[in-house]
């Protein structure tokens, strides 16, 4: 039932590799458990009390509660999925209650800092210096996830029109407006790939023609960040999150940049309206006669 649960998050609700590699290993972890535990073979004769058992065994490991609401989501989706297929009447989830997310705003780079960036820092006159300047510049410009950059087709790139268009989770598009500025480092890396030949439809790839993984893009955003912060994060997120803000903080509409980050509520865009928040008390401790 694991591997049709798993074709399902895939096929019909489009599910990224990531989500379904953590849900199969959380699954069958929970399988593992029962038939340790309990000598149940399947997680579909489990009880509401077999799943608090297999939490509190984790909270007792130290796992934290971030990784512990990720495990109860996977199982309550898998669950759904049995009562959807008629394996089960009940889901034993109904009666299960999770930790709550530990509240944590998102870091940001500081205005001045990404000003700084690309102000001061000198970016070698290659293809790597502009491939990495452009994937800076976007990341900021645009608020992409870094799934959604290395995706990105060249055919998805309009500078004619001054848009991209990339897919998020679950597949979902969206179009997102770019600056003229932007639209020239564009051009230039372009140019460039067109001078080494290469042809290949992702828009990002390496000198070799090869696509980009995670880790070459994480590190190429860790390097230039660590040149004008002192964040522990210097990630890829960290500078969605420095986008989200810093439009907020100078007056985008809420619902404008729930649609450009993609996102499914607007619960998840309200988190940057605290930092937003937090800086106004500051503003006002700072100013205020009485602050």
């Not at 995670?214 to 004008?228: A, C, F, G, S």
């Amino acid at each position: 039932m694991i591997e049709k649960f798993l074709e399902y998050l895939k096929y019909e609700k489009n599910f990224s590799k990531h989500t379904l590699i953590s849900y199969r290993n959380d699954t069958e972890q929970f399988v593992a458990y029962l038939k340790h535990s309990y000598e149940l073979e399947t997680a579909e004769a489990a009880t509401s009390s077999m799943i608090r058992s297999w939490m509190a065994a984790l909270m007792q490991e130290k796992i934290s509660s971030r990784t512990i609401i990720r495990k109860a989501s996977a199982l309550r989706t898998y669950y759904r999925y049995l009562l959807r297929e008629g394996v089960i009447k009940v889901t034993p989830m109904a009666k299960v209650n999770t930790p709550k997310m530990p509240s944590r705003l998102p870091v940001f780079v500081a205005k001045k800092d990404m000003e700084n960036l690309f102000r001061s820092i000198t970016f070698p006159d290659t293809f790597d210096g502009l491939k990495d300047r452009l994937i800076l510049e976007l990341f900021y410009a645009t608020g992409i996830r870094l799934s959604e950059l290395l995706t990105l087709k060249d055919s998805n790139v309009n500078t004619y029109n001054l848009t991209i268009k990339v897919f998020g989770k679950r597949s979902k598009e969206r179009i997102i407006p770019i600056t003229p500025l932007l639209k020239g480092y564009i051009d230039a890396y372009r140019n460039e790939k067109n001078k080494l030949g290469l042809k290949d439809e992702i828009f990002f790839i390496t000198e070799k023609g090869k696509k980009l993984y995670e880790k070459q893009v994480y590190l190429i955003v860790h390097k230039y960040l660590d040149m004008v912060t002192t964040l522990q994060k210097k990630s890829p997120h960290v500078l969605r999150h420095s986008f989200a803000t810093h439009i907020l903080d100078n007056g985008a509409d809420i619902n404008t940049v729930k649609e450009l980050l993609g996102h499914a509520n607007l619960a998840a865009t309200q988190v940057y309206t605290h930092n937003t928040l937090e800086k106004l008390k500051r503003v006002y401790k700072q100013s205020h006669p009485r602050g």
